[in-house]
C-alpha cells in the first residue's frame, strides 16, 4: 500500500521514518526524498511534475541560469498567491506523496502504487491520533523522546505498509514500553473561564507514564475518574458587502477523552427538541434542527428516538461520539461591514466595521481580520477606533503579502471594532485593479459559546457505582472555518 512513513518538523527535520519496501534501483538516501517533499511543501509554486526545468530524480531545480525574460517572468509570477500544497500531489521520482499537518508537524508517506489517496489520508490521521493518544500531547519534543515507543507502535499499526491494528484499545496489548510525559510549555486556558480544568489535565497518556528520570507520574499513581467533554463548532459564512448573509453553514461534532477506571457505560443526553432534518415532522416550535448527524460505532442509539440519549462504553483515547451538519440562518456571532472610497485617482479609503453579536458575558478570543490589497499598492496606513475592553488590539500593513492585517486578542461580546486604512497605489485604480481587493478573511475562536444551541442535558455513568465519583468537565467551542465578506 505505502512504500515509507515519515514524520517532519516544522523544519523540516525528520523526526521518525520507516521504510516498508524500496524500489528496485534505487540506491538514493531516503533524507533526500524527504527534502525534495519538504521543499515542495513548504514553497509550494503550483508547478505540475514532468515541467521543464525540473529535475527529475528528486523535484529539484536544474541549476540552469534563467534567461533575462525568464527572470523577469519569475519576477511576476512569485507575486503570485498559490496558496497551500495539496494533501496529495506527485513528484518527479515516480512517487505519489500523501501528507496530513497536525500541531505543525508533517505526517507524510510515499506510494509507487496506485491507491485510494482517502485511505491514505485517513491512515496518516489515525497514526497521528494514536501517537497523541499514547505520548498525551503532539509535539516534536513528544516524539523525539517516545520515538521508542512510536516505533514500537509503527511496528503494530502497518505491517508491509498495510495497515493492521490502527484502534488505541486493541493496541494497547502489544505495547510494552511507557510514554514518557513531557510538560506542557504554556498554559493557553488562562484566558478562559478559571473554573474550567487546566490545559494540561486532558494532556494525559492512555497507559501508564514516567518522567524524564524513569520514575512513575503521579498521573498514573494516583489518576482521578475524569472524562472531558468537547462541543466543538466550526463555521462557514459568507457575506455580502452590505453586510447580510449570502451562505451558512455550521459543522459540528461531540469528541470526549475518557479517564474512567473500569470504562463504565455513560449516558450522554442532547436537547429534547432537537430535530434531523428540515423536512422532520417531529421539528418542536423553535427547537434546534440540524440537516444530518452520524454517530460513533460504539453508541447504541435504542433511546434516541424517543429521549435524545445516547449509551456507549467510551473507548480509549480521544473518539469523537458524533458529527453533525447545520446549514440555513442562525445568529451570527460577528457581522462585517466594509466600505471602499476612491479619494484620489490613486488614494483608496478602506474602512472595515465589525460587529460582535454575541453576548457581552463571551468574548473573541485570537481574532484576526486579513484585507488582500492590490499587487500595485506601495503604501498604507491603519487607524483604529476600539472599544475600552478590547486588549492586543493591532493593525499593519504586510508589504510582502500586499494585504492588511488587523489582530485582537480579546474581542468583548455585545461590541463594535473599526479599522480604517489609508492606500496608495503606484498607478490610478482602474475596475481591474478594484476587483483585487478582498475578499475579507476573519479568524476567530470563541470559548464557552455555541451557535447551534446543541445543549448537554447531562452525562453520567448508566449503572448506580457506590463511591464512584467522576469528574466531568465539558467545554464549548466556536472556531471559524471560512468567515468570508465580498468587497
Known sequence: MITNFFVLSPRGDTVIAKTYRSKSGVGAHERSHTEAFFRKVKFWDGVAPGTPGMDTTLGLGSGKAPSSSEAEGEGRDSAKRFGDAPPVFVMPDGYSYMHVKRNGLIFGCATEKNVSPVVVIELLSKIAKVFKDYCGTLSEESIRKNFILLYELLDELLDYGYP?????????????????VVTQVADTGKMINPKTASASAVHKPVIGSVDADGKKTS???????????????????????NGYVLNSTIDGCIQMKSYLAGNPQLRLALNEDLAIGRNSSTTYGSGVTVDDIN?????????????RTLSFYPPDGEFIVLNYRMTGEFKTPFRIFPSIEEVEPNKLEIAVHVRAEIPDNHFGANVSIEVPLPQTTTAATCNLV???NANGVNAEYVSQEKKLLWTLKKFPGCSEQTMRAKVTLSGPCTSQIRREIGPINMNFEIPMYNVSSLQVRYLRIAENMPGYTPYRWVRYVTQSSSYVCRL
Not at 493492521?164 to 514518557?180: D, G, H, M, R
Open 164 to 180: 493492521q491494528v490502527t484502534q488505541t484499545e486493541n493496541l494497547k496489548a502489544f505495547v510494552y514500553n511507557e510514554p514518557i
Open 219 to 241: 498521573l498514573s499513581t494516583n489518576q482521578k475518574n475524569e472524562i472531558f467533554v468537547d462541543i466543538l463548532e466550526r463555521l462557514s459564512v459568507l457575506f455580502s458587502n
Open 295 to 307: 454517530f460513533n460505532d460504539c453508541v447504541n442509539l435504542s433511546e434516541w428516538e424517543h429521549g
Open 386 to 388: 476600539s472599544t475600552p
